[in-house]
């Protein structure tokens, strides 16, 4: 067996916990990025004729309702939402 004093192993034994904690900080921040929640793009869009919400697309303006096909005109918020 190779003779090591104890600040040796110490030191190895501190090396090695910071391998792992690098290796579980480093796995979590990759789950972290796969599951990561995002903001939809689509707006909320109310049919006038037969009161069905749906999703629309963000750059749309008009479009046509999933329910009755009616035209729709998507009103666009301020806030950008
Ligand atoms: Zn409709």
Do not use: Q
Request: glycine residues 4%.
């Amino acid at each position: 067996m190779i003779p090591i004093d104890y600040s040796t192993g110490f030191v190895i034994y501190i090396f090695i916990w910071m391998l792992t904690l690098a290796f579980l900080w480093i796995r979590e921040e990759w789950r972290e990025k796969e599951h990561e929640w995002e903001r939809e793009k689509d707006i909320l869009s109310f049919c006038d004729n037969c009161h069905y919400a749906f999703l629309a697309k963000y750059n749309e303006n008009i479009t046509r309702c999933p329910r009755c096909n009616g035209m729709v005109i998507i009103r666009k918020r301020r806030s950008g939402i």
